[in-house]
């Protein structure tokens, strides 16, 4: 299983970006993918999920404000991400669970700075 994460970069406080997450080796529509994140000196942390039936989960701190999707032609999964803060600077990692076995993404630096 191999996961590919692009999209980061540095973004004004209020500004949008989408990060994307290309998947291989797996059946991906029948995959759960997530997004993480982790910020300097900190944990890492759940971003939001999307399963195969396309039902959604945020993390308190991201919802409305970000919108995760998928693509299961293009076996991609999004995260649009508007209205960015200086504490979403962080990280982000895509991460699917197959076969009992949790893989994760290279991961992409996300820095909200003016």
């Known amino acids: 299983v191999q996961l590919q994460a692009s999209g980061g970069g540095l973004v004004q406080p209020g500004g949008s970006l989408r990060l994307s997450c290309a998947a291989a080796?797996?059946?991906?529509?029948?995959?759960?993918m997530d997004w993480y994140r982790q910020a300097p000196g900190k944990q890492r942390e759940f971003v939001a999920n999307i399963t195969s039936d396309r039902v959604t989960n945020y993390a308190d701190s991201v919802k409305s404000r970000f919108t995760i999707s998928r693509d299961n032609v293009k076996r991609t999964v999004d995260l649009q991400m508007n209205s960015l803060k200086p504490e979403d600077t962080a990280v982000y990692y895509c991460?699917?669970?197959?076969?009992?076995?949790?893989?994760w993404g290279q991961g992409t630096l996300v820095t909200v700075s003016s």
């Open positions: 991460k699917t669970m197959y076969k009992y076995r949790n893989y």
């Open positions: 080796g797996l059946v991906f529509r029948l995959n759960t």
